[in-house]
């Protein structure tokens, strides 16, 4: 059964910077295209950046420029780097990998004004 944890979420000032990393547990880590999701008070779910096994990204309009998505399949780590924080970014982040549909239990990242 494949266990995702993600850390790095906490408070932090509007212009500032975070980031998130999702440890990954199980096998092929490299072969699966993992994903960062949030969720805001109120709102649904939404993708924010996803990164497949050969390192292809891709962003939401909201986050491109501003996130980056990374991994290191050595250990089974994926990443977000936040800059440029908003207060609309302040949400619950997910780390999710495709293909097993398992999904982390998220941390919070709030952004204040």
């Known amino acids: 059964q494949v266990r995702l944890v993600e850390s790095g979420g906490g408070l932090v000032q509007a212009g500032g910077s975070r980031r998130l990393s999702c440890a990954v547990s199980g096998h092929f880590f490299s072969a699966y295209t993992m994903g960062w999701h949030r969720q805001a008070p109120g709102k649904q779910r939404e993708l924010v950046a996803t990164i497949t096994g050969a390192g292809s990204t891709n962003y939401a309009a909201s986050v491109k420029g501003r996130f980056t998505i990374a991994r290191d399949n050595a250990k089974n780590t994926v990443f977000l780097q936040m800059d440029s924080l908003k207060p609309e970014d302040t949400a619950v982040y997910y780390c999710?990998?495709?293909?097993?549909?398992?999904w982390g239990r998220g941390t919070q990242v709030t952004v204040s004004s």
């Open positions: 999710y990998q495709h293909g097993t549909n398992s």
